[in-house]
Structure formats: structure tokens, C-alpha cells
């Protein structure tokens, strides 16, 4: 029985080694990641005023009644919604209309109150999408 325990001991302390060895290394991945995402939200806020700027750019050649879909395959609210409004600020001749009223009925829980389209993988099963119709009057 004594030697099951010292396996046992041995066994624990080769684990303990293991895990100190992955702890390293799970800690480079969290740092990582934490780089990573930093400069993912420096894309999200450089991408989000790219696409500010097309949307003002979109408008301008877009007619008196003409419509625009505008429409993003990312979840993240400040290339969707926060871009959508700064828009409307930035060009009063845009209106923001409801989705609700013109998508299929398959698609109407997918439209929020606010007159947006979303989609979420987590609650939808499918890619994240977001997607705004604009109306120039």
C-alpha cells in the first residue's frame, strides 16, 4: 500500500508540474488575447468611422425618396447601432425605418423595437448580423 501512495504522491507532484507549465502557458494565451482584443477595439472604433463615412458619402449620391440597407456581419453596437445614429446626426436628411414592417414573417422576432434587424449566434444559431434601412427625404 505504501507504494500506491508514493505513486500516488508522484502522480499528484508530475500533475502539479503539469499544471504549473500549463498555468504558464495559459496565462501567455490570456495576455494574448487581452493584446489582441485592444486592438480589436481599435479596429471596431477605425471601422466604425469608415463606415459612418460611406454611409455620408452613400447619402449623398442616394435620391430624394431613395432607400439604403445599410447591414454589418458583426454583433458589435458601435459598428451597428452607434454608427446608424451618428449617422442620422451627421445627415438629417436620412430617417431611420422599421424593418418590422417590411421583412417576411419568418423574420419578424429578428427585429427589435427600434426598427432594427439582429441576428445572434448564441440565440439564433446562425451568424451575428445587424442590418438598418434608411430613407432619405
Known amino acids: 500500500?505504501?507504494?500506491r501512495i508514493e505513486m500516488l504522491?508522484?502522480?499528484?507532484a508530475e500533475s502539479a508540474e503539469i499544471l504549473k507549465s500549463d498555468q504558464g502557458r495559459v496565462v501567455e494565451r490570456v495576455?494574448?488575447?487581452?493584446?489582441?482584443?485592444r486592438k480589436l477595439e481599435k479596429d471596431i472604433a477605425r471601422l466604425a468611422r469608415l463606415q459612418r463615412q460611406i454611409i455620408g458619402q452613400?447619402?449623398?449620391?442616394l435620391k430624394k425618396g431613395g432607400t439604403m440597407l445599410y447591414v454589418?456581419?458583426?454583433?458589435?453596437?458601435?459598428?451597428?447601432?452607434?454608427?446608424?445614429?451618428?449617422?442620422?446626426?451627421?445627415?438629417?436628411c436620412l430617417v431611420l425605418e422599421d424593418l418590422g414592417s417590411r421583412i417576411p414573417a419568418?423574420?419578424?422576432?429578428?427585429?427589435?423595437d427600434q426598427g432594427f434587424f439582429r441576428t445572434l449566434p448564441?440565440?439564433?444559431?446562425?451568424?451575428?448580423?445587424?442590418?438598418?434601412?434608411?430613407?432619405?427625404?
Open 72 to 92: 454589418t456581419c458583426t454583433v458589435t453596437r458601435e459598428e451597428n447601432e452607434e454608427t446608424i445614429r451618428a449617422s442620422l446626426r451627421q445627415n438629417p
Open 1 to 3: 500500500a505504501l507504494e
Open 9 to 12: 504522491e508522484d502522480t499528484v
Open 31 to 37: 495576455v494574448a488575447l487581452v493584446e489582441q482584443n
Open 106 to 112: 419568418w423574420g419578424a422576432g429578428l427585429v427589435d
Open 58 to 61: 452613400a447619402a449623398a449620391l
Open 122 to 137: 448564441h440565440r439564433d444559431r446562425m451568424d451575428g448580423f445587424f442590418a438598418a434601412l434608411l430613407t432619405k427625404e
